[in-house]
Protein backbone atom coordinates (compact mmCIF):
# COMPACT_ATOMS: atom_id res chain seq x y z
CA UNK A 1 0.00 0.00 0.00
CA UNK A 2 1.12 3.51 -1.08
CA UNK A 3 -1.55 5.24 0.19
CA UNK A 4 -5.20 4.89 2.38
CA UNK A 5 -8.05 6.00 1.80
CA UNK A 6 -9.54 7.62 -1.41
CA UNK A 7 -10.60 11.58 -2.30
CA UNK A 8 -14.23 10.33 -3.44
CA UNK A 9 -17.23 9.80 -1.14
CA UNK A 10 -19.48 6.99 -3.09
CA UNK A 11 -22.41 6.79 -1.03
CA UNK A 12 -22.30 3.02 -0.66
CA UNK A 13 -18.89 2.62 -0.78
CA UNK A 14 -16.82 1.58 3.15
CA UNK A 15 -13.50 3.03 2.12
CA UNK A 16 -14.22 6.74 3.35
CA UNK A 17 -16.05 5.72 5.85
CA UNK A 18 -13.45 3.37 7.10
CA UNK A 19 -10.61 5.04 6.45
CA UNK A 20 -11.39 8.70 7.22
CA UNK A 21 -12.18 11.54 4.42
CA UNK A 22 -8.41 12.55 4.30
CA UNK A 23 -6.12 10.78 1.48
CA UNK A 24 -2.70 10.22 2.40
CA UNK A 25 0.37 8.37 1.39
CA UNK A 26 3.78 7.15 2.46
CA UNK A 27 7.11 8.98 1.39
CA UNK A 28 8.38 7.95 -1.87
CA UNK A 29 11.29 6.65 -1.08
CA UNK A 30 9.86 4.28 0.82
CA UNK A 31 7.53 2.61 -0.76
CA UNK A 32 10.45 2.34 -3.90
CA UNK A 33 12.84 0.67 -0.71
CA UNK A 34 9.75 -2.04 -0.16
CA UNK A 35 9.32 -2.56 -3.93
CA UNK A 36 12.98 -3.70 -4.18
CA UNK A 37 12.22 -6.09 -1.58
CA UNK A 38 9.49 -7.53 -3.22
CA UNK A 39 8.89 -10.05 -6.50
CA UNK A 40 8.71 -8.46 -10.21
CA UNK A 41 4.64 -8.80 -9.82
CA UNK A 42 2.98 -6.60 -7.43
CA UNK A 43 -0.10 -5.58 -6.69
CA UNK A 44 -1.01 -2.45 -4.96
CA UNK A 45 -3.55 -3.35 -2.53
CA UNK A 46 -5.05 0.74 -2.14
CA UNK A 47 -8.58 2.16 -2.98
CA UNK A 48 -7.47 4.04 -5.12
CA UNK A 49 -3.71 4.48 -5.82
CA UNK A 50 -3.54 7.70 -7.94
CA UNK A 51 -6.04 9.40 -6.42
CA UNK A 52 -4.03 12.03 -5.88
CA UNK A 53 -2.62 12.45 -9.66
CA UNK A 54 0.83 14.75 -8.53
CA UNK A 55 2.21 11.82 -5.86
CA UNK A 56 0.81 8.76 -8.21
CA UNK A 57 2.78 10.79 -10.93
CA UNK A 58 6.14 11.10 -9.29
CA UNK A 59 5.56 7.23 -7.83
CA UNK A 60 5.17 5.95 -11.30
CA UNK A 61 8.37 8.22 -12.64
CA UNK A 62 10.50 6.54 -9.48
CA UNK A 63 9.23 3.23 -10.07
CA UNK A 64 10.59 3.03 -13.59
CA UNK A 65 13.68 1.66 -13.22
CA UNK A 66 12.84 -1.10 -10.86
CA UNK A 67 11.03 -2.69 -13.88
CA UNK A 68 8.25 -4.10 -11.90
CA UNK A 69 5.02 -5.31 -13.24
CA UNK A 70 2.10 -3.93 -11.50
CA UNK A 71 -1.85 -4.01 -10.81
CA UNK A 72 -3.97 -1.66 -8.45
CA UNK A 73 -7.33 -0.53 -8.48
CA UNK A 74 -8.17 3.07 -9.40
CA UNK A 75 -11.02 5.04 -10.88
CA UNK A 76 -11.59 6.03 -14.45
CA UNK A 77 -10.94 9.28 -14.24
CA UNK A 78 -6.88 8.07 -15.21
CA UNK A 79 -7.79 7.97 -19.06
CA UNK A 80 -8.42 12.09 -19.08
CA UNK A 81 -4.79 12.38 -17.90
CA UNK A 82 -2.47 11.14 -20.60
CA UNK A 83 0.62 12.05 -18.62
CA UNK A 84 -0.39 9.82 -15.87
CA UNK A 85 -1.25 7.36 -17.84
CA UNK A 86 1.98 7.04 -19.78
CA UNK A 87 3.83 6.83 -16.56
CA UNK A 88 1.83 4.09 -15.34
CA UNK A 89 2.26 1.83 -18.47
CA UNK A 90 6.03 3.09 -18.35
CA UNK A 91 6.48 2.14 -14.88
CA UNK A 92 5.17 -1.05 -15.78
CA UNK A 93 1.11 -1.01 -14.96
CA UNK A 94 -0.43 -4.27 -16.61
CA UNK A 95 -4.32 -4.12 -14.99
CA UNK A 96 -6.46 -1.77 -13.48
CA UNK A 97 -9.48 -2.58 -11.67
CA UNK A 98 -12.08 0.11 -12.11
CA UNK A 99 -15.34 0.49 -10.39
CA UNK A 100 -17.01 0.92 -13.52
CA UNK A 101 -20.70 0.78 -11.52
CA UNK A 102 -23.42 1.67 -13.81
CA UNK A 103 -23.86 2.75 -17.44
CA UNK A 104 -26.74 5.02 -16.42
CA UNK A 105 -25.66 8.45 -15.22
CA UNK A 106 -28.69 9.27 -13.04
CA UNK A 107 -27.46 5.99 -11.13
CA UNK A 108 -23.72 7.22 -11.16
CA UNK A 109 -25.38 10.55 -9.71
CA UNK A 110 -27.50 9.04 -7.49
CA UNK A 111 -24.17 7.17 -5.77
CA UNK A 112 -22.30 10.14 -5.83
CA UNK A 113 -19.97 9.35 -8.43
CA UNK A 114 -20.83 11.70 -11.40
CA UNK A 115 -16.91 11.43 -11.80
CA UNK A 116 -17.43 8.39 -13.79
CA UNK A 117 -19.31 9.06 -17.13
CA UNK A 118 -21.13 6.88 -18.98
CA UNK A 119 -20.73 8.58 -22.33
CA UNK A 120 -17.12 8.58 -22.49
CA UNK A 121 -16.80 5.19 -21.16
CA UNK A 122 -15.88 3.07 -24.40
CA UNK A 123 -13.81 6.09 -25.27
CA UNK A 124 -11.71 6.51 -22.10
CA UNK A 125 -11.06 2.39 -21.74
CA UNK A 126 -9.57 2.24 -25.22
CA UNK A 127 -7.11 5.06 -24.21
CA UNK A 128 -6.72 2.80 -21.21
CA UNK A 129 -5.99 -0.34 -23.27
CA UNK A 130 -4.18 1.76 -25.82
CA UNK A 131 -1.49 2.70 -23.25
CA UNK A 132 -0.99 -1.14 -22.83
CA UNK A 133 -3.06 -1.39 -19.33
CA UNK A 134 -5.98 -4.00 -19.40
CA UNK A 135 -8.85 -3.12 -17.43
CA UNK A 136 -10.82 -5.46 -14.95
CA UNK A 137 -14.36 -3.63 -14.76
CA UNK A 138 -16.90 -3.84 -11.69
CA UNK A 139 -20.26 -3.49 -12.22
CA UNK A 140 -22.99 -2.94 -9.29
CA UNK A 141 -26.86 -4.43 -9.93
CA UNK A 142 -29.52 -3.22 -8.00
CA UNK A 143 -29.11 0.55 -7.99
CA UNK A 144 -32.81 2.53 -7.72
CA UNK A 145 -32.70 3.87 -11.23
CA UNK A 146 -32.31 -0.19 -12.34
CA UNK A 147 -35.01 -2.41 -13.86
CA UNK A 148 -35.47 -5.57 -15.84
CA UNK A 149 -33.11 -4.18 -18.39
CA UNK A 150 -30.19 -3.65 -16.52
CA UNK A 151 -28.61 -6.97 -16.70
CA UNK A 152 -28.53 -7.54 -20.44
CA UNK A 153 -27.65 -4.06 -21.02
CA UNK A 154 -24.95 -4.06 -18.56
CA UNK A 155 -23.44 -7.11 -20.60
CA UNK A 156 -23.79 -6.38 -23.71
CA UNK A 157 -21.62 -3.12 -22.74
CA UNK A 158 -19.08 -4.88 -20.74
CA UNK A 159 -18.70 -7.28 -24.18
CA UNK A 160 -18.72 -4.28 -26.61
CA UNK A 161 -16.43 -2.53 -24.72
CA UNK A 162 -14.38 -5.48 -24.63
CA UNK A 163 -13.55 -4.95 -21.05
CA UNK A 164 -11.06 -7.67 -20.35
CA UNK A 165 -12.39 -9.54 -17.34
CA UNK A 166 -15.69 -7.68 -15.09
CA UNK A 167 -16.80 -8.40 -11.70
CA UNK A 168 -20.68 -7.97 -10.78
CA UNK A 169 -22.35 -7.36 -7.55
CA UNK A 170 -25.44 -6.65 -5.83
CA UNK A 171 -25.67 -3.13 -4.44
CA UNK A 172 -25.08 -3.85 -0.63
CA UNK A 173 -25.54 -1.25 1.74
CA UNK A 174 -22.59 -1.54 4.27
CA UNK A 175 -22.50 -0.87 7.75
CA UNK A 176 -21.57 3.01 8.12
CA UNK A 177 -22.38 4.23 4.87
CA UNK A 178 -24.37 6.72 3.19
CA UNK A 179 -26.56 4.19 1.54
CA UNK A 180 -27.06 2.26 4.80
CA UNK A 181 -28.64 5.05 6.47
CA UNK A 182 -30.76 5.84 3.65
CA UNK A 183 -32.13 2.32 3.78
CA UNK A 184 -32.46 1.79 7.40
CA UNK A 185 -34.40 5.17 7.33
CA UNK A 186 -36.47 4.11 4.81
CA UNK A 187 -37.40 0.80 5.93
CA UNK A 188 -35.43 -1.16 3.01
CA UNK A 189 -33.38 -3.49 4.66
CA UNK A 190 -34.50 -7.04 4.76
CA UNK A 191 -32.30 -8.55 7.49
CA UNK A 192 -28.93 -8.07 9.40
CA UNK A 193 -27.46 -11.38 8.77
CA UNK A 194 -24.20 -10.05 8.39
CA UNK A 195 -22.62 -12.70 6.35
CA UNK A 196 -25.18 -11.98 3.49
CA UNK A 197 -23.57 -8.95 3.33
CA UNK A 198 -21.40 -10.05 0.63
CA UNK A 199 -22.35 -8.34 -2.70
CA UNK A 200 -23.29 -11.16 -3.60
CA UNK A 201 -27.06 -11.92 -1.78
CA UNK A 202 -30.11 -9.39 -1.70
CA UNK A 203 -30.27 -7.84 1.61
CA UNK A 204 -32.52 -4.62 0.53
CA UNK A 205 -35.97 -4.01 -1.27
CA UNK A 206 -35.50 -2.58 -4.32
CA UNK A 207 -38.43 -0.33 -5.87
CA UNK A 208 -38.83 -2.68 -9.00
CA UNK A 209 -36.89 -5.51 -8.92
CA UNK A 210 -37.71 -8.65 -6.62
CA UNK A 211 -34.55 -10.24 -4.42
CA UNK A 212 -34.71 -13.52 -7.35
CA UNK A 213 -34.76 -11.25 -10.32
CA UNK A 214 -31.66 -9.64 -8.74
CA UNK A 215 -30.07 -12.86 -8.07
CA UNK A 216 -31.26 -14.49 -11.26
CA UNK A 217 -29.72 -11.21 -13.28
CA UNK A 218 -26.70 -11.46 -11.41
CA UNK A 219 -26.00 -14.98 -12.13
CA UNK A 220 -26.81 -14.40 -15.90
CA UNK A 221 -24.68 -11.32 -16.18
CA UNK A 222 -21.72 -13.85 -14.69
CA UNK A 223 -22.32 -16.91 -16.63
CA UNK A 224 -22.66 -14.67 -20.35
CA UNK A 225 -19.81 -12.34 -19.62
CA UNK A 226 -17.51 -15.70 -18.74
CA UNK A 227 -18.93 -17.61 -21.85
CA UNK A 228 -16.92 -18.64 -24.71
CA UNK A 229 -18.59 -16.06 -27.07
CA UNK A 230 -17.88 -13.29 -24.72
CA UNK A 231 -14.68 -14.35 -23.77
CA UNK A 232 -13.20 -14.74 -27.38
CA UNK A 233 -14.36 -11.95 -28.17
CA UNK A 234 -11.90 -10.01 -25.75
CA UNK A 235 -9.45 -12.69 -26.50
CA UNK A 236 -9.23 -11.12 -29.96
CA UNK A 237 -9.15 -7.33 -28.41
CA UNK A 238 -6.46 -5.82 -31.24
CA UNK A 239 -3.15 -4.51 -28.78
CA UNK A 240 -4.21 -6.93 -25.81
CA UNK A 241 -0.42 -7.70 -24.40
CA UNK A 242 -1.63 -10.35 -21.97
CA UNK A 243 -3.24 -13.43 -23.73
CA UNK A 244 -2.29 -15.65 -21.41
CA UNK A 245 -3.21 -13.39 -18.29
CA UNK A 246 -6.54 -13.21 -19.64
CA UNK A 247 -7.36 -16.63 -20.75
CA UNK A 248 -6.14 -17.82 -17.39
CA UNK A 249 -8.59 -15.38 -15.30
CA UNK A 250 -11.52 -15.79 -17.78
CA UNK A 251 -11.38 -19.51 -17.92
CA UNK A 252 -10.77 -19.60 -14.59
CA UNK A 253 -13.97 -17.67 -13.84
CA UNK A 254 -15.83 -19.93 -16.56
CA UNK A 255 -15.27 -23.23 -15.11
CA UNK A 256 -16.10 -21.48 -11.65
CA UNK A 257 -19.79 -20.59 -12.62
CA UNK A 258 -21.55 -23.13 -11.09
CA UNK A 259 -19.59 -22.81 -8.01
CA UNK A 260 -19.90 -18.40 -8.09
CA UNK A 261 -24.21 -19.82 -8.67
CA UNK A 262 -24.46 -22.00 -5.44
CA UNK A 263 -22.55 -19.19 -3.32
CA UNK A 264 -24.86 -16.63 -4.48
CA UNK A 265 -28.34 -18.92 -3.84
CA UNK A 266 -27.05 -20.26 -0.52
S1 LIG B 1 -13.86 5.88 -5.94
FE1 LIG B 1 -13.92 3.72 -5.25
S2 LIG B 1 -12.75 3.68 -3.33
FE2 LIG B 1 -13.23 5.82 -3.76
S3 LIG B 1 -15.12 6.21 -2.59
FE3 LIG B 1 -15.72 5.64 -4.69
S4 LIG B 1 -16.04 3.40 -4.63
FE4 LIG B 1 -14.89 3.98 -2.79
Keep these: MASRGCPHGCHYCSVTTFWGKSFRYRPIPEIIEELKTLDRMVFFADDN ?17 LKKKWSCQGDSLIANDPELLRLAAQSGCQWIFIGIESISEKNLAAMGKSFNKAKDYKVNFRKIQDAGINIFGSFIFGLDGDDA ?57 HPRLSSEEMLDGLIYAYKRFYSIPSISKRMLRPGNRRHLQTFALNFGRMLRAKRFEMICRN
Design 49 to 65: LYGNKVYAKKLFKEMIP
Design 149 to 205: TVFKNTVDFAVDARLDAANFYILTPLPGTVLFDEMKTAGRLLHTEWDKYDANHVVFK
